[in-house]
């Protein structure tokens, strides 16, 4: 029995979200790696220089994201992903074989650069795959792999802590070195998959998108309905961008309905990290610490929070395309500021370490596990969903691209912020985070409006049409329905057809 067409798409959007797996492992394992006791014995280094290995890998996957903008385009959406899958490998097998620091600052940047392709191309190719009905549980496997990532790396780092001696390589080689093994897979085995339809036909090669169309959504039959209404759409609005719209990076920034596009998916991945996702990732261990916790059982409480996170983002797959983007996005971010307001308070009130109320300071650990359940069940996977699909096919892989860098940009600042921050000024640190997730909310309910369902070729419209100001207008009178009517008229057709045959 062939698989149901949607089942399928969604099948290989999980095999290509294994790039999303490595950027989430490499997050979670890296701080366990440089704390162990041989890295330090071996490398000894600098608390600058160990921050330094996060910041270079943020700084590789900045300009992955660039360079994998340009290429998306020009070698298409599978081979880009190869490309970042060989560099991450590479990156990977010179962490694991480091002999000197620099050695591995040098691994740490190539995996960043591959990494940075990854996660700008994936949800890109997911969106350019998936029928619009389930685009947005498709994206959001982004988040959701990403989070399988970062548990396998909290249990692979609490394993290696446990089972090799104080004095071993193995225990930072090996952790590192299992990242190499989902890498090499999405290598070797990314070609076997179709090619986006949408980059096919926008190349010249309209009869291998039909066919993939086809194989797609309709069990390879190219006379189905669906897929001649959306091979017409497709072809229809790319002859329509070859003429009118944005072609180049400048014309993303001088053309309103792409700007307007631009501006929203870089605000989102920006407003991201001012969630204060990095900064309470970062704090939490150090409140363990303060509380009595030993390591083995912090590296255990935060297995626990990953899981947490998975259940949310599992969560998200299900619902968003029920629940729609605009309302999950603000009340996100009115959820996130919620539960940073508690945990400052809490904070403020009872700072850890300097005071015996040992029930104030588990209530904090819950708290955190709650803003990540909020986080991880909305403005994480959305920071993947909506700038993937709101582009046109001939400025998608730029728009998506230039938005990952804004992320990669706003994750390195605060990386380096928040260490130094905390130290300064404590608790108020976290009353920005207040302020962003609200004034966050605020933004997208003025700014954002929904985009569930409305096909790739349809997005156009909505941009060039609605207001900038979203409380103002009437969502449905901006709902083209053009590929219903398009799927329409070829049954009309065919109906036709066949009764003249009669």
Known sequence: MPLNPKVYQFLISVFASVGSILYGYDLGVIAGAIASPDFKSRFNPTASESGAVVSVFTGGAFFGAAVAGALGDILGRRLTILVGAIIFLLGGGLQTGAQSLHYFYGGRVIAGLGVGFLVMIIPLYQAEIAHPSIRGSVTALQQFMLGIGALVASWTTYGCNRNFPDDSSRQWRISLGIQ???????????????????????????????RTLAKLHAHGNEQDPWVQAEFEQIRDQISFEHENEAKSYVELFTNRSSFRRLLLATAIQASVQMTGVSAIQYYSPVIFSQIGISTDNTLKYQGISSVLALVAQATCIALIDRTGRRWAMIGGNLANCLFFTIATIMLAVFPPGSTSNASASWAFIVVTWLYNISFSATNGPLSWIVPAEIFDTRTRSKGVSIGVMVSFAFNTMIGQVTPIAMGKIGWRFYILFVVCNFTNAVYFWATQPETKKRPLEEMNYLFTNAPWFVPTMNMKDFEVHDLEHRVEEVERKGSITRHDKL
């Open 180 to 210: 190499i093994v989902p890498a090499g897979v999405l290598a070797l085995l990314i070609m076997l998959f179709p090619e986006s339809p949408r980059w096919l036909i926008d190349h010249g090669k309209a009869d291998a998108g039909l």
